[in-house]
């Protein structure tokens, strides 16, 4: 089976504190992985290295089986990586419906996955907060945005950074079931979740991130 994500001796951290510590990851197409792991553990640290926000120290990178260490964002974003981030969001000032349509214009023609109708089914509360400005919407609604962006590009490999944080329960149960769909039929999910039962409902395997490596190890697919 191809690697959606590929990880060898990811080290990567902050002036003065080295949080990856050489880290492998394997991450098989068409399957959802949850990342467990304390606060401060460094989970966001992972995502952040893997599209390029914080340039690793070592390691090797490999997306669907190219070479992407040391990649842009820009250029990770254009091969279909896509990143939910951690905590509030930082929309423009422009209304849902407008962040909506930007985000249908730039994803990649000719992939599967949701449209416009989708995503407000998904979320039907921004179907009726669209000419409501982004940046004026509240945690939840923010979330639900952040996420139905995410969809609109149709990623490949989509990063999920405590997605479910501030979500209702059913609103929850819902983007859960969809993320092994959307797995299966288009895009290979990275979930970061605290909450161990919700990860391994979702997820197809679970690993836990501490002292800057994973355990138990991803497996050993090869690049
Ligand atoms: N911008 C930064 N500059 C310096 N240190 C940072 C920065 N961001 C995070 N850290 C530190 O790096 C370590 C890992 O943080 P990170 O945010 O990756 O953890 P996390 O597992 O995502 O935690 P949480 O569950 O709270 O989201 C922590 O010790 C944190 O204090
Ligand atoms: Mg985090």
């Known amino acids: ?20 510590r050489g880290l492998d990851l394997d991450v098989p197409a068409g399957t959802v992985l949850a990342l467990l792991g304390r606060n401060g553990a460094g989970k966001t640290t992972l995502l952040h290295a893997l599209f390029g926000l914080l340039r690793p120290t070592a390691g090797t990178v490999h997306v669907h089986g190219a070479d992407a260490t040391g990649l842009a964002t820009h ?18 000032p422009l209304t849902v419906a407008e962040h909506l349509t930007l985000a249908g214009r730039r994803r990649r023609d000719g992939r599967p996955g949701p449209d416009r109708a989708d995503v407000l089914a998904l979320f039907p509360r921004l179907g009726d907060r669209l000419a409501q400005r982004a940046d004026r919407l509240s945690g939840g609604e923010q979330q639900m945005l952040a996420l139905a962006r995410a969809l609109l590009l149709r990623p ?23 993320l092994p769909e959307l797995a299966r039929a288009s895009a290979t999910v990275l979930l970061v979740e605290q909450r161990v039962e919700l990860a391994t409902a979702v997820a197809d395997r679970v690993t836990f991130l501490a002292d800057g490596k994973l355990t138990p190890p991803t497996g050993e697919a090869p690049p």
Not at 75 to 92: D, T
Not at 156 to 178: C, M, Y
Request: charged share 15%.
């Open 1 to 20: 089976m191809t690697a959606a994500l590929w990880v060898r001796g990811l080290s990567a951290g902050y002036a003065g504190s080295t949080v990856l």
């Open 156 to 178: 490949r490999l989509l990063l999920l950074d405590e997605p479910f944080e501030g979500l209702a329960a059913a609103v929850t149960a819902r983007v859960a079931a969809l």
């Open 75 to 92: 250029r990770l974003a254009r091969s279909g990586m896509a990143l939910v981030p951690q905590g509030r969001r930082v929309f423009a």
